[in-house]
């Protein structure tokens, strides 16, 4: 199960539940949906996150590959896989930033 919301105070998105195979449709239209907002920074709500697989973080990087310029996404209290997949994986992704 994957509950995606709006923040209350940013241009981003909350996101509750495991980020996986069995969610994966539902997070790549979230995402898609999250680049579409006009704004510089794009704030992402991982702290209610359990688990998110290395397709999520794919799925997430590649969004990020695809920002216009100037435009970013912030990443706030990810589970510990993420910045570590990222790290490996993307090392000079500059267009993720992760908030703890």
Do not use: C, Y
Not at 53 to 64: F, I, M, P, Q, S
Not at 70 to 90: D, K, N, S, Y
Request: no cysteine.
């Amino acid at each position: 199960m994957l509950q995606i919301d709006p923040l209350p105070d940013n241009a981003g998105l909350g996101v509750i539940g495991e980020i996986s195979m069995n969610t994966r449709t539902v997070w790549q239209q979230t995402l898609k949906q999250l680049v579409e907002r006009r704004t510089d920074v794009l704030h992402v709500d991982l702290s209610r996150v359990s688990f998110v697989d290395v397709a999520g973080v794919t799925d997430l990087a590649v969004t990020a590959q695809r920002l216009p310029e100037g435009q970013r996404i912030v990443l706030h209290r990810p589970p510990a896989q993420v910045p570590r997949i990222l790290e490996l994986f993307w090392p000079e992704l500059a267009a993720i930033e992760v908030a703890t």
